[in-house]
């Protein structure tokens, strides 16, 4: 039995099969769309950025691709996304002037926790700096970078949980929502993607 | 060898990703063998250009720095 592949070895002539091989594997190379697949798991302003960044860009790669939206995440396909972000308990997030001279928006302005949690209206306001950072360096607004992600034909679809869980209506989410799913319905996906996030 | 100019995209003051993205669409408008001239102020859009056009097959003719911009001539596949 040890020998049974030199048994073979007679009727095969193994450089035509190499070659054989080689090309049909450098032929399914080129034929395969590579395929990425996150799951989306938080809503706010911040990490609204990277599903949406990857998924954009992996599309202008020809890439396939899908985000399934869960919990939190659900929020990122609201009609109207009113994003925000809090600085309170979020102790890498820079805390920037986004006007004045240079050496003032270089500041890292050290806000103690108790005056984030007390004053109203501060995540508003963080929110608002942060906006306006963003919109000054030339990146892309959340709504912008979802469309493109339409255009380009990233297929988006909802956890249907999240929308009974949290008592929400599919009215109150965009209709380019591909399919309302379960987990079940997405792992077979993920399953065959060359790349899978969770975010 | 066409390596005339076919079509302009001034992506400057854009952060990444939307070099890219902005250049995926210029590209969609284009036929196969026609070049875009690309315009860039993002730094990071030297090495994600490249990549861009290394994955997607389409070639990337020209690659300077100007005036601290950055520009590109991509001929599309």
């Known amino acids: 039995m040890a020998n049974a592949a ?9 450089d035509i099969f190499n070659e054989w091989f080689d090309e049909r594997m450098a ?11 996150i799951i989306a798991t938080k809503g706010t302003l911040d990490m609204a950025y990277p599903p949406f960044i990857l998924a954009s860009t992996a599309a202008a790669l020809g890439w396939d691709v899908s985000v399934f939206f869960t919990f939190y995440g659900l929020n990122l396909l609201r009609k109207d996304l009113d994003l925000e972000i809090s600085p309170l308990g979020n102790p890498a997030m820079p805390m920037k ?33 942060m906006k306006k950072t963003m919109r000054d360096k030339g ?29 929400m209506d599919q009215g109150e989410f965009i209709p380019e929502i591909q399919d309302w799913i379960g987990a079940a319905s997405f792992l077979p996906t993920a399953q065959k993607a060359d790349v899978s996030l969770f975010i | 060898m066409n390596t005339e100019t076919t079509a302009t995209l001034d992506a400057r003051g854009l952060n990444c990703p939307l070099p890219i993205l902005k250049t ?24 994600d250009i490249d990549a861009f056009c290394t994955q997607t097959g389409n070639e990337l003719l020209e690659n300077n720095t100007e005036n601290g911009d950055f520009t ?5 596949s």
Do not use: Y
Request: proline share 6%; net charge negative.
């Open chain 2, 72 to 76: 590109f001539v991509i001929r599309k």
């Open chain 1, 97 to 129: 002037m986004p006007v004045g001279p240079e050496w003032l928006k270089s500041i890292n302005m050290n806000i103690p926790n108790i005056v984030m949690a007390n004053v109203p209206g501060f995540e508003k306001m963080a929110s608002g700096m």
């Open chain 1, 139 to 167: 990146v892309a607004t959340i709504e912008e970078l979802r469309s493109l992600c339409l255009e380009a034909d990233v297929k988006l679809v909802a956890c249907q949980m999240t929308v009974d869980l949290f008592s």
């Open chain 1, 6 to 14: 030199r048994v073979l070895e007679p009727a095969m002539d193994r």
């Open chain 1, 27 to 37: 032929q399914k190379e080129a034929e395969h769309v590579p395929s990425m697949t």
């Open chain 2, 24 to 47: 995926k669409k210029a590209l969609n408008g284009l036929e196969s063998g026609d070049t875009l001239h690309l315009i860039s102020s993002d730094p990071g859009s030297v090495k």
